[in-house]
């Protein structure tokens, strides 16, 4: 790479590390430019995987306060978000790479209706159990489970707007803030890429230069995000979370379309 080169995937790294901890959907920000220097797509992709691991690790520090309380879920989710992380990365290394061209942008659309409608379906849902004298799961019970089982297969395949199902998911099927939600998700997504990560340093070609570059710009941006998502209102947040979420959505359509 040229230092110009080097520095669009620093600058990138650090783009994707602040919008990953607050929303998700930062691959859509370093993918292109990691094939813009010249990486084959399967080797852009393990490489930003890769990098991204200290952006999401980094991400889940910050969020740290948001946390307490949530181990024993954190734990079992993160469990499921693993096995499905490994089984995401070996499909990347195994299915043609337009494997997942066509069910990609179905899943951002639905991901983004559930955001939408989450405050109204969670009241109609609370409505519910009220007249059944039902409590809700503390952890979404099995139905989130297997949400989030095949989220991660998603996410150790690509990323992209990994943490948009995963909030989507949980804002549905968990009864608890945003903002403590937006914790779990970082530790799930951090989770994914480092199990991803392990996968693929044993069975991939990755580019060190550019794992390098994307890990301690997402670190950096890891911090900017936290700092910043934590301050957001449940509505600034959500809007946030549906404005990036159809940037995702049209980029992936142009790239399958256009």
Known sequence: ????????????????????????SGT????????????????ATVSNGLGLVAGSISGAIGYRAELAGQRARVLRLSAVAAVGGVAGAALLLTLPS?????????????????VVLQPRISRAVQRRREKTGTTPHPDGGPLLLAGLLAASVYGGYFTAAQGIIYMALMGMLIDDTLQRLNATKNILAAVVNSVAAIFFLFAA?????????????S????????????????????????????????????QRYG
């Not at 859509?28 to 080797?43: A, M, N, S």
């Not at 337009?98 to 559930?114: D, G, K, R």
């Not at 070609?205 to 710009?217: P, R």
């Open 205 to 217: 070609d990755f580019d060190w230069t550019a794992v390098v570059l994307i890990a301690v710009g």
């Open 98 to 114: 337009t494997a997942f061209e066509t069910i990609v942008p179905v899943l951002v659309a639905l991901a983004l209706v559930l």
């Open 28 to 43: 859509l920000i370093t993918f292109p430019v990691l094939l813009g220097v010249g990486l084959p797509p399967v080797t």
């Open 219 to 254: 670190t950096i941006g890891g911090q900017i995000g936290a700092k910043t998502g934590r301050k957001l209102s449940p509505t600034v947040l959500r809007a946030l979370i549906v404005v990036v979420g159809t940037v995702a959505l049209v980029q992936l359509l142009i």
């Open 1 to 24: 790479m040229t230092i110009w080169e080097m520095l669009a995937v620093f600058a990138a790294g650090i783009g994707a590390g602040t919008i990953n901890t607050i929303v998700g």
